[in-house]
């Protein structure tokens, strides 16, 4: 099954009175997805080597992409791990499946 949409999770940090961060609810932003890619061998293998396991990749608006670091598609949530700009429109996002914290289930 594949989605016309997915969601963006932008983490925000607070700084308290002893400017330690704190976490606060995180901004979700809708976007509509333009192509849903598959992840080339040679890039999982690359990217394997360095500890990442790529297993999506979305074709974004350039527009809509305001660095976000997390993405939840198809009740999925995933890492971004890394952009490529495919034309001055269009972005690709390579992201990899986001593992539970054991606790946090």
């Given at each position: 099954?594949?989605?016309?949409?997915?969601?963006?999770?932008?983490?925000?940090?607070?700084?308290?009175?002893?400017?330690?961060?704190?976490?606060?609810?995180?901004?979700?932003?809708?976007?509509?997805?333009?192509?849903?890619?598959?992840?080339?061998?040679?890039?999982?293998?690359?990217?394997?080597?360095?500890?990442?396991?790529?297993?999506?990749?979305?074709?974004?608006?350039?527009?809509?992409?305001?660095n976000e670091q997390e993405l939840e598609y198809i009740g999925i949530d995933y890492t971004v791990i890394r952009t490529q700009e495919v034309t001055t429109d269009e972005l690709i996002l390579v992201c990899e499946?986001?593992?539970?914290?054991?606790?946090?289930?």
């Open positions: 099954m594949r989605d016309v949409s997915c969601k963006l999770i932008k983490q925000n940090y607070i700084q308290n009175e002893i400017g330690s961060p704190i976490l606060q609810e995180p901004t979700i932003t809708e976007i509509p997805i333009i192509k849903v890619e598959d992840v080339y061998a040679n890039e999982y293998y690359e990217a394997n080597q360095t500890g990442y396991q790529p297993t999506l990749r979305l074709r974004i608006s350039t527009l809509n992409y305001n499946r986001k593992i539970k914290n054991v606790k946090g289930n």
